[in-house]
């Protein structure tokens, strides 16, 4: 079991929620744990209830500590500030409804592209007993709500990114996956002739997504990024292929709203 501390690092960047708790959002801080530190726990802009360090992480060590704990910032029936502009089935803003846990991972863009370092065993180990007590405070977390800032905040976020581990988390019980001999069939059917865009926007948008009804191509290869950044991270071009898909009509057909 990992330890929780609710008391080392607290958070004065919250404020009250409106709206009951119906998702949870991982994120990645994007720089080391003091500087994930300072932003979130001694700063005012930005918050999140929990922060899991990574323990390969010098300025963890540097801070004091050499087991792996989880830093709980904010109190869950408060409202943190992680998500900013963000929406997914129908709902906007999602800080009012949504608890929000940031990792220590220091992705970066180098020369235009994306690095997404591997996230340790132990770190997701800590992640996966947090995320299970919460699910279980909070039964309203469908396997569907539980989702990437990527997810909400479509082209103007990548976190927690390609390295994050969805389908070892979904099967621990956290968060949905399709099941792989549908994703199969479906991509036999799509191999032979592709299904119209707007069909799989329709797709996107039963599924969760927040998709306009006229999106431009720009915002087009960004939600097909961040679809396969959470279901198919070998290739998140933003390009349509049979395999992104056959994997949408997989998830959609295993978890019809
Ligand atoms: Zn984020």
């Known amino acids: ?36 530190i300072n932003a979130l726990a001694k700063g005012d802009a930005v918050s999140a209830h929990y922060l899991v360090p990574d323990p390969l992480d010098a300025s963890y060590r540097k801070a004091g500590f050499d087991e792996v704990r989880l830093f709980q910032l904010v109190d869950e029936p408060q409202r943190a500030w992680h998500a900013g502009v963000s929406a997914w089935a129908g709902h906007s803003g999602l800080n009012d409804t949504a608890i929000g846990i940031e990792l220590v991972n220091q992705a970066a863009v180098r020369n235009g592209q994306f690095v997404f370092p591997a996230y340790p065993a132990q770190q997701i180990a800590a992640l996966t007993q947090l995320c299970q007590e919460i699910l279980q ?22 976190d927690p990114g390609a390295a994050f581990p969805w389908q070892a988390l979904h099967q621990a019980g956290i968060g949905a996956w399709y099941e792989e001999a549908r994703k199969v069939h479906y991509q036999a059917i799509f191999a032979q002739q592709m299904p119209e865009l707007a069909q799989v926007l329709d797709r996107l948008r039963q599924y969760g997504y927040s998709v306009p009804e006229q999106p431009d191509d720009a915002f087009v290869r960004g939600v097909l990024r961040a679809f396969q950044l959470h279901f198919r991270p070998a290739d998140y071009s933003g390009r349509l292929d049979s395999e992104t898909a056959a994997i949408l009509y997989a998830l959609v057909e295993r978890y019809p709203v």
């Open 1 to 36: 079991m990992y330890t929780i501390d609710s008391t080392t690092y607290r958070s004065k960047a919250f404020n009250q929620r409106k709206g009951e708790v119906r998702f949870l959002l991982l994120h990645y801080t994007a720089v080391n744990f003091n500087g994930s």
């Open 137 to 158: 405070r909070y039964p309203a977390i469908s396997p569907t709500a539980v989702l990437a800032h990527s997810d909400v905040s479509i082209g103007r976020k990548s």
